[in-house]
Each structure stands twice: as structure tokens, then as C-alpha cells.
């Protein structure tokens, strides 16, 4: 595969992130086999861990459903590489939250103010239970406590793109997760 020139280092490559999204598949099915779900995937960044693990969960040997698929739309970041620390919701879901179940999918979970926004939004509409699922985990970076129930690849406390995760709205496009070229910054 030709490689992004502004990659410094691959972190988690395409079929890494595809074996981990069928994982958290997996488990996620087995907690909801037969049971309505509404997957909520938060734009733009978990706009790929929402899709391909919706379709993961759909070829489960007992898959939760119907399964109902949504976004709602957060931002903090802007053009930096570090969190405002005010959450905006930009965008909020078409579909009804009240009495579903709700799976918030994330792409990563940094300083958590983010999730906590999210997971309060979710609550004041009363579903009948709320689940987060977070692709990339940077534990080391928490600000906020925040539950987090299925979880995929930790990562290092570093600016990583793709897979969704972007910088200046670049690179969400990369099959994988990368660390980029320090000259990136500087332009
Ligand atoms: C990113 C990411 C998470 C959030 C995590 O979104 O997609 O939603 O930041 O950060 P936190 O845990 O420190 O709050 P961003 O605000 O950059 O918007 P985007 O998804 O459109 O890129």
C-alpha cells in the first residue's frame, strides 16, 4: 500500500483496526443478541468505527436488532491539536433516544469531556440504557471520569490521525492509525 507522505509511523494498521472493530463486534452482539439497538456514532471523527461496526454487528450469529443508525455531531478541538474544553453539539440525532437502547460509538476518548457532554445528552433524553464504545483510548491523557464500557486499541498520550481522526480536517480518510511528520505542524 502506497504510504501517506506526511506519515511518520503507522500505530495501528487497516487489518489491525479491522480484527479489533469484529472483537468489539463480538462482545457487543452477545450483550444485545435479539435486542433493539441504536448505534449513535459521533461525527465526524467515529464517522468509520460507526459504519464498519454497525456492519460487523449485522453478520454476528445472533445479532442484537433491528439495529437503527444515527450521528450526532461534537466538536472541541477546531483547528487545534488540543481540546477547547468547550463542547459544542452541533448537529443532534434525527431519531428518538428516549426507551432505546443507545450504543454511543466514539473513535477516541482523549481528555473525556467530549463523552462526558455526550453521555449527559444521552441521559436527559431517557433511553432505557446507555453504552459507549470507544475504538482508541488515551488514558493517560483523562480529564473527566467517564465510563466506557467497550474499548479497542489504548494509545499513547501522542497526535494521531486517520481512521477518522483527523488534523486540520486531514488525513480522517487513512485506512489506518498514524503518528504524522513533525514538518505537518509547521506548515
Ligand atoms: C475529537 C474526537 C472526540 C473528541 C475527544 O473530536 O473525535 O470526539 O475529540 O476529545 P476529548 O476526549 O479530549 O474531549 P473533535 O472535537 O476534534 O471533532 P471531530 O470528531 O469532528 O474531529
Known amino acids: 500500500?502506497?504510504?501517506?507522505?506526511?506519515?511518520?509511523?503507522?500505530?495501528?494498521?487497516?487489518?489491525?483496526?479491522?480484527?479489533?472493530i469484529g472483537q468489539l463486534a463480538r462482545t457487543i452482539a452477545r450483550d444485545y443478541a435479539g435486542?433493539?439497538?441504536?448505534?449513535?456514532?459521533?461525527?465526524?471523527?467515529?464517522?468509520?468505527?460507526?459504519?464498519?461496526?454497525a456492519?460487523?454487528?449485522?453478520?454476528q450469529p445472533e445479532p442484537p436488532g433491528p439495529i437503527e443508525l444515527d450521528f450526532i455531531t461534537a466538536s472541541s478541538y477546531g483547528g487545534s491539536t488540543v481540546s477547547s474544553g468547550n463542547?459544542?453539539?452541533?448537529?443532534?440525532?434525527?431519531?428518538?433516544?428516549?426507551g432505546k437502547n443507545v450504543l454511543l460509538v466514539e473513535d477516541v476518548v482523549d481528555g473525556g469531556l467530549t463523552?462526558?457532554?455526550l453521555q449527559a445528552f444521552v441521559q436527559e433524553r431517557r433511553?432505557?440504557?446507555?453504552?459507549?464504545c470507544v475504538l482508541f483510548d488515551k488514558p493517560s491523557?483523562?480529564?473527566?471520569?467517564?465510563?466506557?464500557?467497550?474499548?479497542?486499541?489504548?494509545?499513547?498520550?501522542?497526535?494521531v490521525v486517520g481512521y477518522g481522526l483527523d488534523y486540520q480536517e486531514s488525513y480522517r480518510n487513512l485506512p489506518y492509525l498514524a503518528q504524522l511528520r513533525s514538518w505537518v505542524f509547521s506548515q
Open 141 to 159: 491523557a483523562r480529564m473527566a471520569d467517564v465510563p466506557v464500557d467497550y474499548r479497542g486499541h489504548a494509545v499513547p498520550d501522542q497526535f
Open 115 to 117: 463523552l462526558a457532554r
Open 127 to 132: 433511553p432505557a440504557s446507555l453504552r459507549t
Open 1 to 20: 500500500m502506497k504510504r501517506e507522505p506526511a506519515v511518520e509511523r503507522v500505530i495501528f494498521s487497516a487489518p489491525e483496526i479491522r480484527e479489533t
Open 87 to 98: 463542547v459544542r453539539i452541533a448537529c443532534e440525532p434525527q431519531t428518538g433516544i428516549a
Open 55 to 59: 456492519r460487523a454487528l449485522a453478520v
Open 35 to 53: 435486542q433493539p439497538l441504536l448505534v449513535l456514532g459521533v461525527l465526524k471523527g467515529a464517522l468509520y468505527a460507526c459504519v464498519d461496526l
